[in-house]
């Protein structure tokens, strides 16, 4: 079962390095701008209440003696000295000591504004003291202070600085990538590539020895692998060359035994068709047939095993002889007109009179896949059923010819487990088959090979009890 990955799961190490590269470097500016600021607005606090304390002190001895005499002018320079020299006072307000006010004078920043407007900004406080002579309350200054400007000196500042310290932050970054590249990256890379190569069946390499020591150990390991298998493969291909001998020398043994078995074969046959040709009483004719019969069937196994053999042991050679293919067709339909004839069954010829039929190549090999095939639908069709037998020619061009010939039967049918191996050597369906049917299980895997050997293909359309259709395709050149 494969598990579901999440982002990071999916990332390549050079994808992860960068990520984690970027997230350290707005981490650590995110830090630094936040001491910063909180540092610096800290020590603003305590600027403003140090300037709070000594800008009452600074009123009190400026304006004592200008509320004492009314001296309006006076009052003003003094009062428009806090806004102008201290930078974080936008306004200041002078009242005497019945509250009225006798002088206001603000940033041109605000100006125009009502004094008790000012206050509803964020960032602005308002501080107030008494203004005494000789320990007697004569009047009262108020300020507006705002930390405007400093906040948004300090922002500029905390921009300019993780700016820095972001270029500073990527040039660290973009070297320590490449150190990483070169020591982790690349090695990886190198052994990803090896063990795509081993995967994909290519061990006639070795992968590069890494000098980094966990790499090293991984380049090692692949290696000593790859070793292994080759090894293991020069020692199949050992097992699998002394198979291959042992095989040949098992086919070459049955066909010679099959050939030596052939020729006192022969010999029975003739001499009981000999002796069948002479004078005899009705028993000795009888039992005489059926030796002959008996020797005939075994005369056909003999010759289905000495093909076979043949065939393995890559030693049957195809002829090339100009033939007629319905001379052919027709051979084959009366050789097995009598056993069709014994179980009824209606056996059919059919192709196109028009067609011309003379080809080149091995006519003994094609009749021998016919008549197994046509044999087969006989064998394996009940009392009056139908046994057709099908050439078409489906392409004609170059001076060669596709042929397409269908046996079509309606007989037991085959099982569809059974189609796969249909065409291996012994795949009777089943034992009953032999014991009801007779044959080796030889016929269709011979037709098969001598097929494949003449660059064509076979194969079998079937249901069960509804009848089979087994079809061939070859292609031919044209005969004279
Ligand atoms: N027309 C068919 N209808 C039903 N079953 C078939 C047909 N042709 C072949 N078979 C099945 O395929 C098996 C293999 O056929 P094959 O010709 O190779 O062997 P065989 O006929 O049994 O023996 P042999 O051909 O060596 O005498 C048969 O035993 C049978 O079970
Ligand atoms: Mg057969």
């Not at 009888?286 to 002959?292: F, I, Q, R, S, W």
């Not at 056909?300 to 093909?307: A, E, F, P, V």
């Not at 009801?436 to 494949?452: E, P």
Request: aromatic residues 8%.
């Amino acid at each position: 079962m494969t598990k579901s990955k999440n982002f990071f799961e999916k990332l390549s190490i050079t994808q992860e390095l960068i990520i984690s590269v970027i997230a350290v470097i707005f981490l650590m500016i995110s830090l630094l701008g936040f001491i910063v600021a909180k540092a610096l607005i800290k020590s603003n606090e305590e600027k403003i209440a140090w300037q709070k304390k000594s800008n009452l002190q600074i009123a009190t001895s400026l304006l004592a003696d200008p509320i004492w005499t009314v001296d309006t002018n006076n009052i003003k320079n003094a009062a428009s000295t806090f806004v102008r020299d201290d930078n974080q006072i936008i306004a200041v307000r002078v009242l005497d000591e019945y509250g009225d006010i006798l002088v206001e004078s603000r940033d041109h920043s605000v100006a125009g504004i009502e004094f008790k407007e000012l206050l509803k900004t964020k960032n602005r406080f308002l501080d107030a003291g008494d203004i005494k002579r000789n320990n007697e309350k004569i009047g009262s200054i108020e300020f507006i202070y705002s930390t405007q400007k400093f906040n948004d000196e300090l922002t500029w500042l905390i921009i300019k600085l993780g700016f820095s310290f972001f270029l500073v932050g990527l040039g660290f970054g973009l070297i320590i990538l490449w150190r990483l590249k070169k020591t982790i990256t690349e090695p990886v890379n190198r052994i990803v590539e090896g063990s795509k190569k081993i995967a994909e069946g290519n061990y006639q390499f070795q992968v590069e020895e890494e000098y980094v020591l966990e790499f090293q150990q991984i380049a090692q390991a692949l290696n000593v692998a790859i070793r292994a298998i080759n090894e293991r493969d020069l020692e199949l291909k050992r097992q699998i060359i002394k198979a291959e001998l042992a095989t040949k020398a098992k086919s070459n043994f049955v066909s010679t035994m099959s050939h030596e078995i052939r020729t006192p074969l022969n010999a029975i046959i003739g001499l009981t068709e000999l002796t069948l040709d002479s004078e005899l009483t009705g028993d000795q004719r009888d039992n005489l047939e059926t030796a002959k019969l008996s020797a005939d069937s075994l005369l056909s196994i003999i010759n289905d095993i000495l093909d076979f053999s043949k065939i393995e042991a890559g030693r049957l050679e195809l002829e090339t002889l100009d033939f007629d293919m319905i001379d052919v067709l027709q051979e084959c339909e009366r050789i097995l007109s009598l056993s069709a004839k014994k179980k009824s069954i209606g056996l059919r010829l059919y192709f196109a009179l028009e067609e011309n039929y003379l080809f080149k190549g091995d006519p003994f090999r094609i009749k021998q896949i016919l008549l197994n095939l046509i044999n087969n639908a006989i064998k394996f069709t009940p009392e009056g059923g139908e046994v057709h037998v099908r050439l078409d020619i489906i392409d004609r061009n170059n001076s060669a010819a596709l042929l397409r010939f269908e046996v079509q039967d309606t007989g037991i049918g085959i099982d569809k487990n059974k189609m796969e191996n249909l065409f291996e050597a012994f795949s009777q369906e089943d034992q009953s088959t032999t014991r009801k049917f007779g044959g080796t299980g030889l016929g269709l895997s011979i037709s098969k090979r001598l097929i494949d050997l003449m660059g064509g293909m076979i194969g079998v359309d079937s249901e069960v009890n509804v009848g089979s259709t087994f079809w061939f395709q070859i292609r031919l050149k044209e005969g004279k």
